[in-house]
């Protein structure tokens, strides 16, 4: 099974796993904003504002995979794989804003606490912990694809949310200090965009066509060098075509010799770069210092298809 064909499986087996989040999500959402509202506790209620935003941003995720499942067409050549890269940088972006909110509101409830009916508080927090759990499992098994680990995120911090919530509810009853409620929304907000800003500024490297975070280019040259045939390289790029998919393109200076050998060094260099970097794209042009006849330096190869201009 190649990349492409990897990438596809992993979207089917997490497509069942997105619905099935997205349902309990909405469900666990409406029972803490009315437990919220009732018990009167802000921890609460931006556990329920956040599951708002997870239930959009799970749609959002289920979208994307759905449409990043669309073959390629003339104007599209790369498919729409990066329709789930710009919805886990919205997710980001969403959960910038809602941690943001949850700070305000704590700061208004610090400067006066209310009371809280922390049985209904912890009751409720409960219910949507064992919620959060049981996404969690369903959400683990696609965490290689970016866009399912933004909704990934999106439940993890849901489940510190509602055990911060019954962690203040029972500091409450113990210690009778309306404070902790909003002090504890706080800390889950800080959290919540410590993972928000990691996810928005992975998805703009991805955008922007940053080297992987996991691929080092001069290992790759090094590596490339090695290979029997090749003297040298230049306009080497690396990039993320979408979360597990990446590509390469590169000038190869080879030695002046047949066709055929050259293009063996091509489909060289392309294993290589597979088996020892996970780089299944690859667009590679060799070069030679003398090419009278015009042949070798006009080879391409493109994955495992080789061409001659």
Known sequence: MDRNENHVHHNGASEGSLKLSIAIVFTIMVSEVIGGIISNSLALLGDAGHMLVDGLALVLSLFAMTLAQRPATSKNTYGFYRAEIMAALANGVLLILISFYIFYEAYQRFLSPPAVKTPIMLTVAVIGLIANVVMIFLLRAGHDSLNVRAAFWHVATDTLSSVGVIAAGILILVTGLRVI??????????????????LVFESVEILFEAVPRHIRLDEVVKAIKE????????????????????????????????????????AAVARKLERDFGIGHTTLQAECDSCPSGFVCGISQSGNNIEVH
């Open 227 to 266: 290979i029997p045939g090749v003297k040298d390289l230049h306009d080497t790029h690396i990039w993320t075509i979408t979360s597990g998919v990446y590509a390469l393109s590169s000038h190869l200076t080879i030695q002046d010799q047949a066709v055929s050998d050259s293009t063996e060094i091509l």
């Open 181 to 198: 409620d909003p002090i504890l929304a706080a800390l889950i907000s800080a959290v919540i965009l410590w993972g928000a800003v990691r």
